[in-house]
């Protein structure tokens, strides 16, 4: 799969928007479906959102409705849009890789990137 390194994460206020990417330099990007995950202080890891390699997209219901995963693999690239952002997704946010169908366990993930830093003021 490559290296994955995500980006466009930072402070903003409770309501706001952001939106993380997260590009590979695999040249196989188009075979995995793409994770984004979450872990916030004290808190153990969890899933965000999952888009299948076929094109299916699942999302966690905490997130269901504000976040949207999306990809381009012209670009190699995975995007979370996240609107209406609360105190509570507060969290250093993950991309990962895995072959196969959407899982929500982080385990079943091969390849993760460096995290991206998301804080949510109130």
């Known amino acids: 799969q490559g290296q994955l390194v995500e980006s466009g994460g930072g402070l903003v206020q409770a309501g706001g928007s952001l939106r993380l990417s997260c590009a590979s330099s695999g040249r196989t990007f188009g075979r995995y479906t793409m994770g984004w995950f979450r872990q916030g202080p004290g808190k153990e890891r969890e899933f965000v959102a999952a888009?299948?390699?076929?094109?299916?997209?699942f999302h966690a219901e905490s997130v269901k409705d504000r976040f949207t995963i999306s990809r381009d693999d012209d670009k190699n690239t995975a995007y979370l849009q996240m609107n209406s952002l609360k105190p509570e997704d507060t969290a250093v946010y993950y991309c990962?890789?895995?072959?196969?169908?959407?899982?929500?366990?982080?385990?079943?993930?091969?390849?993760w990137g460096q995290g991206t830093q998301v804080t949510v003021s109130s």
């Open positions: 990962a890789a895995r072959e196969g169908s959407i899982e929500t366990v982080a385990s079943s993930y091969d390849a």
């Open positions: 888009f299948s390699w076929s094109g299916a997209t």
